[in-house]
């Protein structure tokens, strides 16, 4: 154990000193920051702009037409022009509109409107407020009283009565509550494990640099092996860390809901034991495949294979939200190499945790985990003293088996 910590400690501090390294781990959060606010900065222009709305009121309503649009980003005026004058009133405007009013928008509840091509595209959906005071109007002329006109004027709704509906929709407050955790295994899982791909170069380059005799004097390949699948860990749980010093700060500031309390719950250490069990299963197939390679640039349609187990999740993407108590999303649960991603998912989006389920697929999972470190010790004991070609899946299949 003693030579493996030590195996560990010299891949982290080689690693905390490759500038390549050092970049991708201010740049991942930067990156992801920089695509949550995007959106943002591209909408602030069209949040800011105000309408000029030009009002030609017939019928003494201003004052309640500006009540109406209170709450909307205009800019009203009155002007005596004609409806007739509303393009040279419009003309040259950054972004305005002519509104006429008189007692014929009353008769056939329609109002005229008129704009340029600097008008905003929202303007002609926004401009319906207004029609709450012409209503009134309209009411007064057929002879209802205020609660008649209250009633008319509420119309008729549909409800549906089955459903609560202030906790449906995609970011309720219940369903938040679900995704965070699962969202932050996600992260620690995906950190650790792109991290721990560089196991896959670290295992090819020692044997390129024809250096692994050497270090295989002082101990054996099973303590060199984990000590490379312990090291890579630990240098993604500090990805994970600066992760979280950089973005967690932004991601409070810009979002309205407690995360820390909807993150720190007890089901958190199921999904983070999850996270690391996927690791271990996938490390040890970076580390093993990775030492049957004599250069990574030359590596074959099989290495090239095991490098794309981490992304078979998504294979199960689609059935998975379309019903995550499906067949699919079952059997998704207990393959090894889709069941982290896809247990993370489930667990997300299911109100109810289907304990036994779960229980299976992370015995699954675990004994997978051991079966797997085995067979990457057997072939990372040969593969590792092998030079000139890459081991084809033949010959790595009679390791296996010797």
């Known amino acids: 154990m003693r030579n493996t910590m030590k195996v560990a400690k010299w891949e982290i501090k080689r690693n905390m000193k490759s500038k390549s390294f050092i970049i991708g781990l201010i740049l ?100 319906q407020v207004l029609g709450g005071p012409l209503q009134v109007v309209q009411f007064e002329q057929l002879g209802l009283t205020l609660e008649e006109a209250e009633v008319v004027s509420q119309g008729v709704v549909f409800k ?73 860990f630990v240098l993604g749980l500090i990805q994970v860390v600066v992760f979280i010093v950089i973005a967690l700060p932004v991601l409070l500031w810009k979002i309205d809901f407690p995360v820390i309390e909807y993150l720190l719950v007890p089901e958190l250490l199921v999904l983070l034991l999850i996270s690391i069990l996927g690791y271990l299963l996938y490390a040890a197939l970076f580390v093993g495949i990775g030492a049957t390679m004599a250069d990574i640039s030359t590596a074959g349609n099989f290495q090239g294979l095991v490098m794309m187990l981490p992304f078979s999740p998504f294979l199960f993407i689609g059935p998975v939200f379309s019903n995550p108590s499906g067949f699919w999303s079952q059997l998704g649960s207990y393959i090894p190499f ?65």
């Open 28 to 127: 991942t959060p930067v990156i992801f920051l920089a695509f949550f606010l995007l959106p943002d900065l591209f909408g602030s222009d069209d949040e800011a702009a105000t309408t000029t709305v030009y009002v030609n009121d017939q019928l003494g309503v201003y004052e309640q037409l500006e009540a109406a649009a209170s709450n909307t980003e205009w800019h009203m005026e009155q002007t005596d022009a004609a409806k007739e004058e509303a393009a040279s009133v419009i003309e040259g405007a950054e972004d305005a509109a002519y509104v006429f009013i008189d007692e014929r928008s009353v008769e056939t509840g329609t109002v005229a409107v008129y704009t340029n091509e600097n008008t905003s595209s929202s303007f002609m959906d926004e401009v």
């Open 338 to 402: 889709t069941s982290p991603g896809v247990l993370i998912l489930r667990l997300s989006l299911l109100e109810a945790w289907p304990w036994g389920e779960i229980i299976a697929a992370i015995a699954i999972l675990a004994v997978s985990v051991l079966v797997f470190m085995k067979l990457a010790g057997k072939i990372f004991k040969i593969g590792i003293l092998m030079y000139g070609k890459n081991a084809t899946p033949g010959e790595i299949w009679k390791w296996i088996r010797a």
């Open 160 to 232: 549906d009565a089955s459903v609560e509906t202030e906790e449906s929709g995609l970011f309720s407050e219940k369903l938040l509550q679900r995704i965070i955790p699962g969202a932050f295994a996600a992260v620690v899982m995906l950190s650790i494990v792109f991290t721990g791909m560089a196991i896959f170069q670290s295992a090819s380059q020692e044997k390129k640099d024809k250096i692994a005799e050497i270090i295989l004097s002082s101990l054996t390949p099973a303590e060199l092996m984990q000590g490379k699948i312990i090291g890579y």
